[in-house]
């Protein structure tokens, strides 16, 4: 009989011709993000457009890498004869150290490759290296940042100098090919809020004696 109620349609199960607004807008994040990580890689390569600087950029690369900073501090801590020196130095030691973990643990998980123009020269690199977010560099740089502004007393143009140096080495990392901006962007927010876990977990010689006694 024509009484009978038509049955429903199945749900179509095709792809969806109207993204979601998110979706577009990561999208159209990403093409901005490779594309104007590209156009500041000016040092990439010795025939870029800045390559004549890019020995310089290698040197302040070197600068924020982890070996130079734990070596430089784990030398600190076995001169030091001072009480409160062992501890901000060890407690350096342990945000350095917190700082490669954390960092290589988001870069295993993420695996997102480095810039196709990047020329993979760099200073003493892991397996991790390969991937290229966040920035390591840009995590140390600004949690040593945040550290030394806290931890030393130093007159105002070396404050200035400090923050500068941050963020020249965060800067470096784009300009040689070795990140996209967002890799930067991420590192310098990650290293500045790990400096907080530091704080909080700060090692004293009442939280952690036996640290304190091999000193």
């Known amino acids: 009989s024509g009484s009978s109620a038509a ?8 792809m969806k011709l109207n993204p979601s607004f998110l979706g577009i807008a990561l999208s159209s994040l990403l ?21 004549s600087v890019r020995p310089l950029m290698k040197v302040i690369e070197v600068s924020g890498h982890g070996i130079p900073w734990l070596l430089g501090t784990f030398y600190g801590l076995c ?3 001072s009480s409160a020196a062992r501890e901000v130095l060890l407690n350096l030691l342990f945000a350095l150290l ?9 870069k295993g998980i993420v695996k997102r490759r480095r810039p196709t123009h990047n020329k993979m020269d760099m200073f003493v690199t892991i397996s991790v290296d390969k ?7 840009a995590t140390r740089a600004a949690l040593v940042c945040r550290f030394v502004l806290h ?33 930067v962007l991420f590192g310098l927010l990650l290293g500045y ?12 010689p009442l939280s952690a004696p036996a640290l304190f006694a091999l000193w």
């Open 193 to 204: 809020a790990l400096y907080s876990v530091v704080e909080y977990c700060w090692l004293s």
């Open 79 to 81: 001169q030091s004869d």
């Open 131 to 137: 991937y290229s977010f966040p920035s390591g560099h």
């Open 98 to 106: 917190l700082d490669l973990v954390l960092v290589a643990v988001v």
């Open 151 to 183: 931890h030393l007393v130093l007159a105002v143009p070396l404050r200035v100098l400090v923050v500068l140096w941050a963020l020249i080495v965060g800067v470096s990392r784009v300009m040689l090919g070795r990140h996209n901006v967002t890799d």
């Open 7 to 14: 049955a429903p349609l199945p749900e179509e199960d095709c």
């Open 31 to 51: 093409a901005i993000d490779l594309w104007a990580s590209k156009r500041l890689g000016v040092c990439a390569g010795e025939g870029s457009a800045w390559g």
